[in-house]
């Protein structure tokens, strides 16, 4: 269902092409310092960025209708509500007949029949994201009052990977600077030519969004089933278009010996640390004190110019589709932000939960 | 915590050397057929196998105590009791001062203090997924009467992979022919000799458990956050060693343009199908009636035999450990019969949630 | 916190005296027929009536943001949102330092701290109940299309009493015709005067809302915890101002002897019914297919124009305030729809889990 | 379902008549002193009096499984188990044709079906309140530690009536000296004659239970839903035969004007306190630092020697059954510790959501 968190709690709501989408984050504790400009920015942060994402143009303008007053939360719910402006329903209604390949149009169909909201894939969409993206700036500004940090960036886009293992302040400071949000001004480059071949050619691309995380107490997660890595692959799923999730060495480290991938302890200022970080931050589903480590594949985007196949529900028989629309042929750019979104508001949950935030 | 699941939920209890393990399985639907032998028989395939398995030998007996009446569940709670016969516990005091690397130690010990059982690593033991097994067991015979099954196998172990594509039927017939559950001999063959190779050398090796589900219906998962790959995602990281999920092409996607990776639908004997299944049969976090596909990446085994760098908390200096014990070379093979319950029961969820099931 | 309800869920929103109150119903099944009108009717029924209610003049037009287009729902989260219009806050920054007996000031002030939304009550605020009311709307649609019918009044207000027996019809026909709610119209005079007498004196009057619920399945509920009782009681007591629930013969049932408590079954047109009703329709947790009969008490309204003692937390010594603002003399007429919409949202929660409305 | 409680979860399984009944309790934090002989003594104050309980003489030995070590919590899941030794199951496969008035059999047999457990109620059975108590027992030792302390008594059995207002410390050190858990010998002395009186004529009585809680700390609570008396309602409803519950002057309070039930703030010793507790110790579902006061209406126990009028439902027509087996003439005696730990687990379990424990 639409509501995820536990001591912490984001509920979304809305669609594509209705009035608009929301969120309502509950169990934000008092006096967390927080403005709309704030909230506001990081939200544009998932815009698309000219050239190289869709042509639809929302302002995005977030409403605060609860939880916050004169700068700082009250306790309350927090509400955020951000208006559809520049929605477009009117080529949706025949994919009620022909599905678009990729996309959750059939299922959706059948789960919820001819009431289910079509237009811009309704609840499926990814303009979803843009309210969990606001409740991720409370989450954020939250986390950072004891130290933790987040910074994510687009670790690759199609063929083109950013192989350089890179520091969190680099990865912090530069992330936004680059519409593709690359950490580095040639892999930006590079990665904006493979998105640009993909457009031209009516195709898209996927990537890898990695997320790393600093500050991070020891002791982080509740398991055995709300482990720290538990929680925050469940919330990445949630994300549209994402098609799986791995942490530290992760699918690398099925290929190394346990002499290779266990991280040795070694004290370092008198504080407990490891020598590698294969573990990505998390053992036994608990922090581990060492950054936080996370790697999100999301596939191309289902939305693409080409002719492809699908059948017509009706008929019972295949057909050819060309699904008109503004889209992105990369959503990997605009998931960056989504991504630290979404582990800053399940890292702040688990933190409330283990008792690293007073109430 | 300890409880997963929402419509059907499973709740464990227990540690490596108390009395036991076990767990309460509940929301099932009154009239499931399983008998206990059944459930002994999932069970006794998580066993070690001799040669590339730990020595601990437990018998692992299953206790139903509550749930089942005359070979059918009645709809009250089912419970499992699986007494700890085995247990060794002299060698883990130590690691209270010099927490052994790769484990659960240190975080544990810093989030709960002098009162953590540390014994066989208490409550975050590998132990703790035999009685979720018995629960599995017990999903997967509820899926059954639906026409829905389970199928998972070794598909790599180490540094040998088994990249032939496999029907749903070949790896359900061959999977627990191997010891190392590999859904073919001669593959089975090269992976025990991993096994034994990283044996011989105090080693360890990890790798990837692939899981098939057939006969799923269209619609099973619950969005925007209880997708069905966001609650498989969740129930698989909480399985001790597992570093990585995915689904379909997964990791894979991210290099493919969305023309190759969209599966193009088609009509097959009246059916909507797809040609390919890179979405590994979800779309928009619902099934799409394609076969589920999911990759589960398990890390080497944290316990091996050779000395390894760690840190004395006590006088907080870095020193040399040796683990002893009883341990798994590799515990791929026993995770085979987990990751399948694991789905099972996260499967049976969803149903039930999504309605498939009568109560 | 702020959600309640299980397989369908409601999330408020919102304080007394911020933009406005608002709800997330999600969970409700696509394709139940429900017009903004619908909703509104209900909404204005919890209006104060001229004369016995507050001043306070809200207009309490509701806006649907989400999950209902073109008469129907869609199957996404539905959204309700109530701007406030009409607040005035000049008066409750006071309350600081003075807080007001009767009411949750000083409680949330040690909770929440400062940052506390003390303006009209912020998150305690009666008002709150507007959007729940909205949601109810919702959930009674739902419910009337397998017949399922919930009637509430005042059972009785002050020293007022209505101890006639009446029938669900009666109620149901005449419960909205009076500004007390009550089933009678020589009734609701006495109430009328009771209230008037009190407001007259600078003082405020509590009551009993009964709540019949007619043609509801056997077998509603989830034991052993979320059983029919349970669920409606835990409900019920997040209603501001409720002090007591009691089903059936209730308190009155402690001083019964079984033999007389004990509703006889009885076969009546080939349907197993009970000789009395004693149970209130409920047994072991389960609705038992006579009609849901329920109470619920209201204390006298907190706030009343009468000096009253309470202690300035300042200079911790006892003081002498008087409260201003536009209050309630009785809130009893204004939450007999308040106790329906809360029936309604745990009946039909309480019948999708237990499969009585398909998916 | 079968588990109640968020940060701190009670799971039950088990039935009447099957291997046993038991608890799972999630979420203590780790180092909370109890021992085995506590949970024993706690248990054993449930245990029927003789002369005026039930002959089935159960052993009730509490065995725990897991989360104490050396008489200290560890922080994983406490299991507790009691077998089932004096079960008589011979007299029950005819309810399943002639439902008991009073019980769950009937609406239990249609939402079961057949494979329903109906031998000594099954999942209904008061019996599942034994392991209740072995968890409320460690929850009462968590709470001791921060000095909240609980205490019950019979306030009422059938007719005979305590309406004394009686100290804290008089019904804690009284209530478990007399058998019917009167707070004074001689109403305890009239209480089982009342008992007595019903059992000689083959009948049964009900009764109150009123519980107190002193040294609550200010603000225990989650609103708007989560609150204190929400809370608390759930759980006793979900006991067997409670059919009301209020909270300080409750249903009285009904009857009064606010001027005289408005709880007035006074400085005592330098500590905000009220001068009266009609508000019985909740403000806005918040704990207000006032002794919590609360009342648990008992029906009368539905098993009566009496002959009674049911249902053949094969036939589908009326008939009479005498309901053979042990019974007890009234429950609510047992029914004392029982609403003491039911109490306890609901305030540890907001105590510890409120952060007024360390994990």
């Not at 700082?72 to 209604?93: E, H, L, V």
């Amino acid at each position: 269902m639409n509501t995820i968190g536990f001591a912490m709690r984001l509920t979304l709501f809305g669609s594509s092409h209705g009035p608009g989408v929301g969120s309502v984050l509950d169990g934000c504790p008092s006096g967390v310092p927080i403005t709309t400009e704030t909230i506001q920015r990081e939200v544009d942060l998932r815009k698309p960025a000219p050239g190289i994402g869709t042509a639809r143009a929302e302002e995005d303008i977030v409403q605060v209708q609860s939880g916050i007053l004169e700068g700082r939360t009250t306790g309350a719910p927090i509400q955020f509500f951000i208006a559809n402006k520049d929605s477009d329903s009117s080529k949706y209604q025949a994919f009620r007949v022909t599905p678009r390949p990729g996309h959750a149009d059939y299922p959706a169909l059948v789960k919820y029949g001819p009431d289910h909201d079509m237009r811009g894939g309704g609840q499926f969409s990814g303009r979803m994201t843009a309210p969990l993206v606001a409740a991720g700036a409370v989450a954020k500004s939250m986390l950072v009052t004891k130290g933790v940090r987040i910074a994510a960036y687009s670790q690759s886009i199609g063929k083109v990977t950013d192989d350089k293992e890179r520091s969190f302040s680099e990865i912090s400071e530069n992330r936004f600077n680059h519409s593709t949000r690359a950490a580095d001004s040639r892999v930006a480059a590079r990665m904006e030519r493979e998105i640009l071949a993909a457009a031209k050619d009516g195709d898209s691309v996927g990537g890898i969004v990695r997320c790393l995380v600093d500050g991070l107490p020891v002791g982080v997660g509740e398991p055995f089933f709300d482990s720290l890595d538990a929680e925050l692959a469940k919330m990445m799923f949630a994300i549209p278009a994402v098609k799986g999730v791995d942490f530290g060495a992760g699918f690398r480290s099925t290929k190394m010996r346990g002499s290779e991938h266990n991280d040795p302890f070694k004290i370092v200022n008198g504080q407990v640390t490891t020598v590698t970080n294969h573990a990505g931050g998390i053992l036994g589903g608990l922090s581990d004190g060492m950054p936080l480590d996370l790697r999100v594949a999301f596939k191309p985007t289902a939305s693409i110019a080409k002719e492809q196949w699908t059948v017509d529900l009706k008929r019972k028989k295949d057909t050819i589709i060309k699904v008109q629309g503004r889209h992105d042929p990369c959503i990997v750019p605009r998931a960056v932000v989504v991504v630290e979104a979404a582990a800053a508001l399940v890292i702040a949950d688990l933190s409330l939960r283990g008792g690293f935030f007073a109430r």
